[in-house]
């Protein structure tokens, strides 16, 4: 359990670095908060996200799925309806007509749907199948993980060189490879190297991928609409990472 300790220590870091590095980016005419916009997205996400989870035991036809998935569906609706009415929304919709926005949530939804799944599935496989020890879990892992900052940082500073959309497309092509690879090296006696290859070509297609993201997130909005943006993508992260 001490893991989970981890997340605090660290994140408590990056909040204080952030503090300090960032620069500020609020809307100077922000107004007061879209509480109406608040409750409405909240009910789409907890409806939505307990549908998913209830289904892997009840199954997606059980009463209490659909209705929570119904449940989601008319509360979505509201919010769409309630987003596009509201003098100062949570989330102003037409920032989704910009191309580079709508393409960036949808690659950051697409990207963490799979990166959640290569780790808890094939630790889960290494563990119940194979038999391998947490220890030894984490260091199949560790090159994956380790590439992944790596190519995060080298992606970050040669952005503004090779470019989001060259950026984006390498990055979900060496992140596809990568996932095609260790599904091929995955087996009850795998060989160590080239799963540890291909999970580690999988982290360089993580890290080579999110940086570009929230950079095209970011940059297709105003200044003063980045927290906006940022949320969003953000959202679409989470929502791909527990579906």
Do not use: Q
Not at 103 to 108: E, F, K, L, R
Not at 122 to 148: D, Q
Not at 202 to 227: D, F, H, K, M, Q
């Amino acid at each position: 359990r001490g893991i989970f300790w981890f997340n605090l220590v660290f994140g408590l870091a990056a909040l204080i670095l952030a503090a300090v590095v960032l620069p500020e980016s609020a809307d100077p005419e922000a107004h007061r908060v879209d509480t109406a916009g608040a409750l409405l997205g909240a009910a789409v996400l907890a409806t939505l996200m307990f549908a998913i989870i209830d289904a892997e035991t009840a199954g997606f036809a059980a009463p209490p799925v659909i209705a929570l998935f119904a449940a989601s569906a008319l509360a979505a609706a509201a919010f769409i309806w309630w987003e596009s009415r509201a003098a100062h929304p949570l989330l102003d919709l037409k920032i989704f007509r910009v191309a580079a926005f709508t393409t960036a949530n949808v690659v950051a939804f697409c990207t963490y749907f799979a990166t959640f799944a290569v780790f808890f599935f094939t630790a889960l496989y290494l563990f119940e199948v194979v038999g391998l020890s947490g220890y030894r879990i984490a260091l199949v892992f560790l090159p994956m993980t380790a590439l992944m900052i790596v190519a995060s940082v080298v992606t970050g500073r040669w952005l503004a060189t090779i470019g989001v959309r060259w950026a984006v497309a390498a990055g979900c092509l060496l992140f596809a490879a990568g996932l095609w690879w260790s599904d091929l090296s995955l087996s009850p006696h795998p060989h160590y190297w080239p799963l540890l290859t291909a999970l580690a070509l999988t982290g360089i297609g993580i890290g080579a991928t999110v940086v570009p993201i929230t950079s095209s997130a970011l940059s297709a909005v105003p200044p003063e609409r980045s927290g906006m943006a940022a949320s969003a993508t953000n959202t679409s992260r989470e929502i791909g990472a527990v579906t």
